[in-house]
């Protein structure tokens, strides 16, 4: 099917989805995984376009239910950032939940600087009020992640589920890492090395709430 300026490419969206999703199926090894965790490494893959994601995939495979059975019982998703807020899917979730931001809280700049930190690491030090049993997703900043672990050693409210991509050159992979040698008790999924965004946050989050009506049978 040609596109009205005379280039040859395909408009059907059901047929690019189709597609989309036969091409990582045929490029990805996704035979080793438990089947709710393929079905969002499919997700992963389909955000950001790369099927080598597998080998560096590090999760707890009870990530999928802890996570949907926190959002079934009306729990909050946290973000890192507006970015990654804005890529979940908002009418998927199960109980209209909460997508908290705090990035833009009027007493950020000041805490970070008080604290000598980012305002990503700052931003997440006001989570521990509605952390208990939330969802925490974390698509940017890898000081938030640090932030983060660094609280749960202190006694913070653990979480139901940890989606952790932070991107970049500068600490991404170190906080990742730490993630998936400890995390803390909390069901988690997060994929080693410098990739990631908020794109793919967003998309692990959507395959598990696309998942609500049988997990993980329904839309992906």
Same mark, same amino acid.
């Given at each position: 099917?040609?596109?009205?300026?005379?280039?040859?490419?395909?408009?059907?969206?059901?047929?690019?989805?189709?597609?989309?999703?036969?091409?990582?199926?045929?490029?990805?090894?996704?035979?080793?995984?438990?089947?709710?965790?393929?079905?969002?490494?499919? /997700?992963?893959?389909?955000?950001?376009?790369?099927?080598?994601?597998?080998?560096?995939? /590090?999760?707890?495979?009870?990530?999928?239910?802890?996570?949907?059975?926190?959002?079934?019982?009306?729990?909050?998703?946290?973000?890192?950032?507006?970015?990654?807020?804005?890529?979940?899917?908002?009418?998927?979730?199960?109980?209209?939940?909460?997508?908290?931001?705090?990035?833009?809280?009027?007493?950020?700049?000041?805490?970070?600087?008080?604290?000598?930190?980012?305002?990503?690491?700052?931003?997440?030090?006001?989570?521990?009020?509605?952390?208990?049993?939330?969802?925490?997703?974390?698509?940017?900043?890898?000081?938030?992640?640090?932030?983060?672990?660094?609280?749960?050693?202190?006694?913070?409210?653990?979480?139901?589920?940890?989606?952790?991509?932070?991107?970049?050159?500068?600490?991404?992979?170190?906080?990742?890492?730490?993630?998936?040698?400890?995390?803390?008790?909390?069901?988690?999924?997060?994929?080693?090395?410098?990739?990631?965004?908020?794109?793919?946050?967003?998309?692990?989050?959507?395959?598990?709430?696309?998942?609500?009506?049988?997990?993980?049978?329904?839309?992906?």
């Amino acid at each position: 099917m040609r596109g009205d300026s005379g280039l040859g490419y395909l408009r059907d969206p059901e047929r690019i989805y189709a597609e989309s999703f036969a091409i990582i199926r045929a490029e990805a090894k996704l035979n080793g995984l438990p089947p709710a965790i393929a079905a969002i490494a499919e /997700r992963l893959m389909h955000a950001c376009g790369m099927t080598d994601l597998v080998p560096e995939l /590090r999760f707890d495979p009870a990530i999928g239910d802890s996570a949907l059975a926190a959002l079934n019982d009306d729990a909050a998703i946290l973000t890192d950032c507006e970015m990654a807020q804005k890529a979940i899917v908002a009418a998927r979730l199960p109980a209209r939940n909460q997508i908290i931001c705090m990035l833009n809280d009027a007493s950020v700049p000041e805490l970070a600087r008080r604290l000598a930190t980012t305002r990503s690491a700052a931003a997440v030090s006001l989570w521990p009020a509605r952390l208990s049993q939330a969802v925490a997703v974390i698509g940017n900043a890898p000081t938030a992640l640090f932030a983060l672990l660094e609280g749960l050693d202190s006694g913070w409210p653990k979480p139901a589920a940890i989606i952790a991509f932070p991107v970049g050159f500068v600490g991404a992979a170190e906080a990742k890492q730490e993630l998936a040698r400890d995390s803390r008790g909390v069901p988690f999924i997060t994929l080693l090395g410098r990739r990631g965004g908020s794109a793919m946050a967003g998309a692990a989050v959507n395959a598990i709430t696309g998942g609500a009506a049988g997990w993980p049978t329904g839309e992906r």
